[in-house]
C-alpha cells in the first residue's frame, strides 16, 4: 500500500514484511501489548479495566515518548487482522469495559476491517491527535469514543517535540470531527463512557501557558457537556528528553497547581490526576502479554 493515512501522507511503500514510512511499520498491525488497564481516566477503566491494545511504531516523533520503545523502538509483534479481532473478545472476555486501541493511527486500515461487525463493548480511539480527517470519516461508526491527546497550539513546539509544526492544525481539525461523529458525551448508569470524545493534554516543564492555551481552545470550540477534558501531570523525562535540557525534569507542583486552577476556572467537565501519577510505575510493560 502507498500510505496516506495519517497527515504525514508520506506514500510509503508498506508491506506485508516492510515499512519505509514514517511509522516505520508494515501494512499488517503490530502489537506490543493486549491486557486489562486499571489507570486510565475513571469513564474509561471502571472497576473492571479498559482493554488495552498496544500498536507499535508512530508517525508522530515525541521526543519524550513515555512509550517510547514501542513507539521508535518499534518492538512488537505482527499479527493478522483475525487475530486482532480475536484479541478483542479475549479482552472482553476478561471483562474489559471496552476496547481502547493505543496509539492506532497508522494501522486504522486493518483496524477498520477489523471493526467491520459491531463489538458488544464501545471501541476508544487513543491517538496522539495527529489523525488525518479522511481516515477518521472511515471509522465512523465502528468508534464509540474518541481520546485524542491535544499536546500543543504551538506549532514551533509541535516541531521542536513531536516534529511535526502542522500538528496545531491538523489535531485541531481531527477533534472537530470526532466530536462530529459522536455527538456530545454520554455515560451510562455506572458512570462509564457509552459514547463521545475525551481530549487529553499532558502538561509539559515550563509550558505551563500552552495547557491554558489548549483549555481555552476546548472552551471557546465546544459548547458547555459537549466534551470531557483530562489535565494530566504525570510528566516523567523518557525517550530523548535528555537532549532537550528546558523538558528534562518533571513538572513542579507550582506548575501543576497553576494549570489546576485554570482548569476549575473555566469549569471545564474532565479530570485531573494526582501528583504521585508522575512515576514511571503507570508506564505497562511492553512484553507481549496478551497477543
Not at 231 to 238: A, G, T
Request: aromatic share 8%.
Amino acid at each position: 500500500m502507498k500510505c496516506s493515512i495519517c497527515p504525514r501522507k508520506c506514500g510509503a511503500e508498506r508491506t506485508e514484511t516492510v515499512g519505509n514510512g514514517v511509522c516505520a511499520m508494515p501494512e499488517p498491525p503490530v502489537l506490543a501489548r493486549a491486557a486489562l488497564h486499571m489507570w486510565e481516566e475513571p469513564p474509561i477503566s471502571g472497576t473492571r479495566g479498559s482493554g488495552t491494545v498496544f500498536f507499535s511504531g508512530c508517525s508522530l516523533k515525541c521526543v519524550f515518548c513515555q512509550n517510547d520503545e514501542i513507539s521508535h523502538g518499534n518492538f512488537g509483534k505482527p499479527i493478522t487482522v483475525e487475530r486482532l479481532r480475536e484479541i478483542f473478545f479475549e479482552l472482553i472476555a476478561q471483562g474489559a469495559h471496552n476496547i481502547n486501541l493505543v496509539n492506532p493511527t497508522h494501522f486504522s486500515h486493518a483496524i477498520a476491517k477489523a471493526l467491520a461487525e459491531p463489538l458488544p463493548v464501545p471501541v476508544v480511539w487513543n491517538s496522539g491527535g495527529y489523525d488525518e480527517v479522511n481516515t477518521l470519516r472511515a471509522l465512523e461508526g465502528k468508534v464509540q469514543i474518541y481520546m485524542p491527546d491535544l499536546k500543543y497550539l504551538d506549532s514551533a513546539a509541535a516541531e521542536r517535540y513531536s516534529g511535526a509544526p502542522d500538528y496545531p492544525e491538523k489535531a485541531a481539525a481531527a477533534i472537530k470531527e470526532m466530536v462530529r461523529q459522536t455527538g456530545p458525551y454520554e455515560l451510562d448508569g455506572e458512570g462509564l463512557l457509552k459514547k463521545g470524545v475525551l481530549i487529553r493534554h499532558l502538561i509539559l516543564p515550563g509550558r505551563v501557558k500552552e495547557a491554558k492555551a489548549v483549555m481555552d481552545f476546548v472552551a471557546e470550540q465546544f459548547p458547555p457537556h459537549t466534551v470531557l477534558f483530562s489535565l494530566m501531570s504525570q510528566y516523567v523525562p523518557c525517550g530523548r528528553a535528555s537532549e532537550y535540557p528546558e523538558i528534562n525534569r518533571r513538572a513542579r507542583n507550582s506548575e501543576i497547581r497553576a494549570a489546576e486552577a485554570y482548569f476549575s476556572a473555566l469549569n471545564l467537565d474532565g479530570f485531573t490526576q494526582e501528583l504521585l501519577s508522575a512515576t514511571e510505575g503507570f508506564i505497562p510493560d511492553f512484553d507481549l502479554t496478551g497477543v
